[in-house]
Nanobody, 112 residues
Framework: VQLVESGGGFGQPGGSLRLSCITS????????MAWYRQAPGKRRELVAA???????NYLNSVKDRFTISRDNAKNTVYLQINNLKPEDTAVYFC???????WGQGTQVTVSS
């Protein structure tokens, strides 16, 4: 099982970023997927999840700004982050819960 995140970087408050997670080694269409983040000095937290059927769920504090989606043809899950805020600064990780598999993470830094 392999998960490879990309799309992080520097963003300004109010801007947008789109994170991608390309997966391999398992049947993507049979699995729920999730995005977590870990800010410096804080615990890793679940920010969004999507069922194998495409139904999303979000951490309450981000649900108006984050959108999780999946492209089953590309074995890829996405996280769109709009209206970036400094508190979004964190390493974002892709997760396949059934396998407890994690990617290496992608850094998002929001600063003016």
């Amino acid at each position: 099982v392999q998960l490879v995140e990309s799309g992080g970087g520097f963003g300004q408050p109010g801007g947008s970023l789109r994170l991608s997670c390309i997966t391999s080694g398992f049947i993507f269409t049979d699995n729920h997927m999730a995005w977590y983040r870990q800010a410096p000095g804080k615990r890793r937290e679940l920010v969004a999840a999507i069922t194998k059927g495409g139904s999303p769920n979000y951490l309450n504090s981000v649900k108006d700004r984050f959108t999780i989606s999946r492209d089953n043809a590309k074995n890829t899950v996405y996280l769109q982050i709009n209206n970036l805020k400094p508190e979004d600064t964190a390493v974002y990780f892709c997760n396949a819960p059934l396998f407890d598999a994690w990617g290496q993470g992608t850094q998002v830094t929001v600063s003016s």
